[in-house]
């Protein structure tokens, strides 16, 4: 299935039902007083998050929705009944703003549950218009609309940490040995298409298509997936060790975060060197001299050595306790 994160909806919330005209008919007492009762109101809209970050492709054949309508009252003052709520499942981490008014929301916590349109009043019915002078009145309301709106819906991943980096750099291999994920692993660019997450004790890390020169501007895959990464608290950034020039792989793709957002930009970076087994020592040893001289924390990973690999994970999940005291 297409992994889709952005669409448009087009949202209505329900109607309210009329009032209606009736009076009393009893036996001996032809002319009751009036029992028109009101109308329901119309359902609301509501958006809820929930923990699945596939669940927009589910609405890519339709984008039209609607809360039910308020039903008309009807005699012996009787209430028509409310309209059912609509409640729209989006995965969590959606982006919602309402294209109309630009009212935002935000849906960061799993299960939470946002009003976003307000159902229509029911109309009332004839017996509230009766008084001492008019006994037999005839007077209604009809329901009122609901509101409705256009929406864009946005999905921005929620994950502890974002891996990041030039296509081919070995993040999707990296994501697999940190976690339990199985993204596809290719000896090409552009092998993920769509970003993948994966869980470390719980923790949520989050591989997104490879970035190239550009990408800010909107080139190739990764800016679309930028955004993914905007909430992470930690930006590991992925730089294979087979370039010809690790320093301009590891500035060009710090141009395209910093031109792309400036909280991206100021966001924690880890580096890694991955593919360290490619090189001799001495390589690596200059490499991490450069980058400890910028005051970079620096991590080399292998997948071929496990131990490398366990150093990176103990080293993320003691620093991310650290963001939750
Ligand atoms: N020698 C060696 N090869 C590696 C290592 N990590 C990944 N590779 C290889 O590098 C290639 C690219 O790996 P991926 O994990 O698909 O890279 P990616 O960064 O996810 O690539 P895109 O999704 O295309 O951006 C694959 O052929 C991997 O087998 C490593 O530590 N050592
Ligand atoms: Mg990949």
């Known amino acids: 299935m297409k992994f889709v994160d952005e669409l448009k909806f087009n949202i209505r919330?329900?109607?309210?039902?009329?009032?209606?005209?009736?009076?009393?008919?009893?036996?001996?007492?032809?002319?009751?007083?009036?029992?028109?009762?009101?109308?329901?109101?119309?359902?609301?809209?509501?958006?809820?998050?929930?923990?699945?970050?596939?669940?927009?492709?589910?609405?890519?054949?339709?984008?039209?929705?609607?809360?039910?309508?308020?039903?008309?009252?009807?005699?012996?003052?009787?209430?028509?009944?409310?309209g059912e709520d609509l409640i729209i499942d989006l995965p969590l981490g959606s982006f919602v703003t309402n294209l109309d008014t630009e009212e935002t929301?935000?849906?960061?916590?799993?299960?939470?549950?946002?009003?976003?349109?307000?159902?229509?009043?029911?109309?009332?019915?004839?017996?509230?218009?009766?008084?001492?002078?008019?006994?037999?009145?005839?007077?209604?309301?009809?329901?009122?609309?609901?509101?409705?709106?256009?929406f864009s819906i946005e999905l921005r991943i929620i994950a502890d940490a974002g891996l990041m980096g030039l296509p081919n750099a070995g993040k999707s291999s990296l994501l697999n040995e940190l976690t339990n994920a199985n993204s596809k692993v290719g000896d090409y660019e552009f092998t993920t298409l769509s970003p993948h997450l994966g869980a470390m004790y719980g923790y949520i890390l989050a591989d997104i298509p490879g970035l190239i020169e550009g990408a800010s501007d909107g080139k190739g895959l990764g800016h679309k997936f930028l955004r993914h990464i905007l909430r992470t608290k930690i930006l590991l950034h992925c730089v294979s060790m087979e370039n010809e020039d690790v320093m301009e792989s590891y500035n060009l793709i710090r141009r395209e975060i910093t031109d792309y957002s400036e909280e991206l930009g100021d966001k924690l970076e880890i580096v890694v060197l991955t593919k360290s087994d490619l090189v001799e020592k001495s390589e690596l040893t200059a490499i991490l001299k450069k980058f400890k001289a910028m005051k970079k924390e620096v991590y080399v990973t292998s997948v071929y050595d496990d131990e490398s690999v366990k150093n990176l994970r103990d080293f993320l999940i003691k620093k991310f306790k650290t963001f939750e005291v």
């Open 13 to 82: 919330a329900g109607r309210g039902g009329d009032g209606v005209v009736q009076f009393h008919r009893e036996k001996f007492k032809p002319r009751g007083g009036p029992s028109g009762g009101d109308g329901g109101n119309g359902g609301d809209v509501f958006v809820r998050a929930v923990r699945d970050s596939s669940l927009l492709s589910k609405y890519a054949n339709n984008q039209n929705f609607a809360a039910e309508n308020g039903v008309a009252g009807s005699k012996n003052s009787m209430h028509g009944r409310n």
């Open 105 to 150: 929301f935000d849906l960061i916590n799993d299960g939470e549950s946002v009003l976003i349109l307000k159902g229509g009043h029911g109309g009332l019915g004839n017996e509230h218009f009766k008084s001492s002078v008019n006994r037999t009145p005839q007077e209604f309301t009809r329901g009122k609309v609901g509101q409705n709106a256009r």
